[in-house]
Nanobody
Framework: QVQLVESGGGLVQVGGSLKLSCRSS????????MGWYRQAPGKQRDLVAGIHSGGSTNYADSVKGRFVISRDNAKNTLFLQMNSLKPEDAAAYYC?????????????WGQGTQVTVAS
């Protein structure tokens, strides 16, 4: 069973930085896409950043220039470096991975890690 485990969330001041990690129980090279989503209370879960197997990345407009998604295949870990944090960045952050199989895509989610931004 594939598992994703996030870590690195916490409380940070406005303008501060945090680095989230997502450790996979399997080689992350098998995933066609990995990414980070976030969900604030009462809001839908939105994509923050994604990285494709070929290395291309995409970001939500609200985090461009402040967040960087990366991965370390040797450590089977996905990262999200978050800089210049704003109050609106506060949310539960979820790691996501998609595995393309003959039966169709399989989506895997982590349990989430909370990010709180204090003004």
């Amino acid at each position: 069973q594939v598992q994703l485990v996030e870590s690195g969330g916490g409380l940070v001041q406005v303008g501060g930085s945090l680095k989230l990690s997502c450790r996979s129980s399997v080689r992350i090279s098998v995933f066609s896409v990995m990414g980070w989503y976030r969900q604030a209370p009462g809001k839908q879960r939105d994509l923050v950043a994604g990285i494709h197997s070929g290395g291309s990345t995409n970001y939500a407009d609200s985090v461009k220039g402040r967040f960087v998604i990366s991965r370390d295949n040797a450590k089977n870990t996905l990262f999200l470096q978050m800089n210049s944090l704003k109050p609106e960045d506060a949310a539960a952050y979820y790691c996501y991975a998609r595995l393309d199989t003959l039966e169709g895509p399989v989506e895997v989610w982590g349990q989430g890690t909370q990010v709180t931004v204090a003004s």
